[in-house]
C-alpha cells in the first residue's frame, strides 16, 4: 500500500506569518517587535525585515525612549520599521504584484512604500493603532489605489521550538 502524505502540515499563509513572526523576535525594541516578511506570486520568500536601528547606527548608542521630547532622547528619530526594512534589504529588482506579512498593520510612511514598490497585498496579524491618524491615512491610501489588505486568521496552533 503506497502511503499518503501528511494532512497537518501548515498552510502558506501560517508559514508566511510565522518567518514575520521570528524576524520580529529579532527586534531590540523593547516596546513593540513587528517582523516582515514580502512574498512572490508564486510563493518564494523575497524579503525579511524588523523594526530597528538603521545599519552601522549602534543599538547601544541610540536612543530606545517612544516618551522623549527631543531628538537626542527618541527612537521615532532613528528606527526603520519592519516593512520598509523588508523592501530596502530585497536585492532582486521588482516586488511588482507581490504579498507582505507583517506582525503589525502598517503605519502611513510604510504604506507609502509599499505602494510605490508594487506590492499588492498586505496579510497583518494585529491592528492595535487602527483608531490612530497615522493608520486611518494608511488606509486611506492602500483603498485608494487598491492594495488588498486582510486580517491574519489565527489557527489557534502553536510551535514550540528550541532555539
Keep these: 500500500m503506497k502511503e499518503k502524505k501528511r494532512e497537518d502540515y501548515i498552510s502558506w499563509d501560517q508559514y508566511f506569518m510565522g518567518v514575520a513572526a521570528l524576524s520580529a523576535m ?7 517587535q513587528v517582523g516582515a516578511c514580502i512574498v512572490s506570486p508564486d510563493n518564494k520568500i523575497l524579503s525579511m525585515g524588523y523594526n530597528g536601528f538603521p545599519v552601522g547606527c549602534s543599538d547601544d548608542d541610540f536612543p530606545w525612549s517612544r516618551d522623549g521630547e527631543g531628538y537626542e ?5 532613528y528606527s526603520t520599521h519592519s516593512e520598509l526594512n523588508a523592501i530596502l534589504n530585497y536585492r ?6 507581490c504579498k507582505i506579512y507583517v506582525t503589525l498593520f502598517p503605519c502611513n510612511e510604510c504604506a507609502k512604500a509599499i505602494i510605490q514598490c508594487g506590492i499588492k497585498e498586505i496579510v497583518y496579524r494585529e491592528d492595535k ?3 490612530t491618524d497615522g493608520v486611518k491615512a494608511s488606509k ?3 483603498d485608494a489605489v487598491g492594495v488588498k489588505y486582510t486580517r491574519y486568521k489565527s489557527s489557534g496552533k502553536t510551535i514550540e521550538m528550541e532555539l
Design 26 to 32: 529579532r527586534s531590540k525594541d523593547p516596546n513593540t
Design 129 to 131: 493603532y487602527a483608531d
Design 92 to 97: 532582486g529588482g521588482s516586488l511588482e504584484g
Design 140 to 142: 486611506k491610501m492602500l
Design 73 to 77: 532622547d527618541n527612537k521615532y528619530f
